[in-house]
């Protein structure tokens, strides 16, 4: 018989390891990616990517 | 009879003609204002070398308006939340107001434009000699192409993030059944290593030669070392105004001369701006000062780093004033503004809609094939 932290686990892992969720962990991922390449005002990101996102259609740089 | 109506129709015809003529005359007896630049506006970049702006008022006649002033004022176009511009802050506002001297008509003057779009230039023509003509204005269109650059850029982006989509979406729409013993799909487990090692090393990258740039260009926004003010034997001049400006709001500046000798002479003004952060101006006029020695225009400086204004004060070719030009020169600390949240939210929401499409087109095609693959 199962213990219940052993099916506890194993229903997270499902639930995680599940397409909708995977999908949704990948889509944040890649906006975290973009937030910081092109919309972080953070000085250091701001000012290496600044040419890049002055020469990015729709990308707002100050 | 009918030679009568013949009569009737002709003579409405040539009246007719004659009121359309007289009309046209009138129109083309209106003085108006022409507009060229340099280079073509097709050919102009927002945000790169300045534009030469030629105004020329002319009269009904086509000749050059003489003995004019002219008051320009420039406003950029109008707000675009949608698909904004690099400087939203900048949008829907004035750019430059100036009124300038022109013995000949013509104003010269080089503005960057900073952004795409269609600007509005409002001129109102005035006479230097009281009654020499009726005063009137005119507002021209100015159209802005966008860089042929950002198309570039950003088609190559949204073709990586729907590559990079459909990858994540084949991998993640294959095997999803855990096997004993395993505690992620291998594929799964590889997709999501991978992404979290590019981001690691993404942002390390742009961390590490962030400061190696910022350290870089901090010494690049010196201003040149010219006094605010000179007393010359025959000119005495000092620039003053705003020392403090903001993205999006106009910033007054004035030059004030006070000639020593009589009669005054007419003193010419050579005023750049600098953009200290690459010492390339952002305006250029040459223009002759008013009589009463004090110019005053007003200006915004929309790129949110520290700015110079440097004035040569220049003799005259023919007159009584005998002396080298010289320059004064006014730092402006330019504060910069972050761009609004919702313009950032809304062009993030395209980019992660490409890389969902992506996504679901990958999720959807694996799957699909996987249906067609008979199970053993």
Not at chain 2, 206 to 231: K, M
Request: proline share 8%.
């Amino acid at each position: 018989m199962m213990s219940s932290f052993a099916y506890t686990l194993k229903r997270t892992q499902q639930m995680t390891l599940s397409v909708p969720v995977q999908a949704s962990l990948l889509t944040g991922l890649c906006m975290l990616t973009l937030w910081t390449l092109f919309f972080s005002t953070y000085p250091p990101a701001h000012n290496t990517l600044h040419q890049a996102r002055h020469q990015t259609l729709g990308v707002a740089c100050h | 009879m009918k030679l009568m109506r013949w009569v009737g129709v002709v003579v409405a015809a040539l009246a007719t003609t004659t009121l359309l003529s007289l009309g046209s005359l009138t129109q083309a007896a209106q003085p108006t204002v022409t507009l060229t630049t340099e280079p073509p506006l097709a050919e102009v970049i927002p945000f790169q070398d300045p534009v030469r702006l030629i105004l020329q008022a002319i009269n009904g006649g086509g000749q050059p308006l003489a003995d004019a002033r002219l008051s320009l004022q420039l406003l950029t176009p109008p707000k675009t939340p949608w698909l904004t511009s690099d400087f939203p802050w900048v949008e829907g506002t004035t750019l430059l107001e100036l009124g300038a001297i022109a013995p000949q008509g013509q104003v010269e003057l080089e503005q960057v434009m900073p952004i795409r779009g269609t600007y509005t230039l409002n001129v109102q023509v005035e006479p230097l000699i009281t009654n020499a003509f009726a005063p009137f204005s005119q507002s021209l269109s100015v159209r802005v192409p966008e860089n042929p650059v950002k198309y570039r850029n950003v088609a190559i982006l949204l073709a990586v993030l729907l590559v990079l989509g459909f990858a994540g979406g084949w991998v993640i729409g294959g095997r999803t059944s855990l096997e004993a013993g395993e505690i992620a799909p291998q594929r799964v487990r590889m997709l999501l290593s991978g992404a979290i090692v590019v981001a690691i090393a993404a942002l390390l990258i742009v961390n590490f030669s962030a400061r190696s740039a910022s350290a870089h260009s901090e010494g690049h926004h010196t201003p040149l070392a010219i006094p605010t003010s000179r007393q010359g034997q025959q000119v005495t001049a000092q620039i003053s105004g705003q020392t403090q400006a903001t993205v999006g709001q106009l910033a007054t500046q004035t030059v004030t001369l006070n000639p020593n000798i009589d009669p005054r002479p007419e003193l010419l003004l050579n005023i750049r701006t600098l953009d200290l952060e690459s010492h390339e101006p952002v305006f250029t006029y040459t223009g002759i000062a008013p009589a009463d020695g004090q110019f005053t225009w007003r200006q915004q400086f929309f790129d949110g780093a520290p700015h110079q204004v440097v004035v040569e004060v220049l003799p005259p070719d023919q007159s009584n004033a005998d002396f080298e030009s010289f320059q004064i020169a006014q730092a402006i600390d330019v504060t910069g503004l972050e761009p609004p949240l919702s313009v950032r939210l809304i062009t993030l929401s395209y980019f992660t809609l490409c890389f969902v499409l992506g996504l679901l087109a990958g999720l959807g095609t694996h799957r699909w094939r996987l249906q067609g693959v008979p199970h053993a």
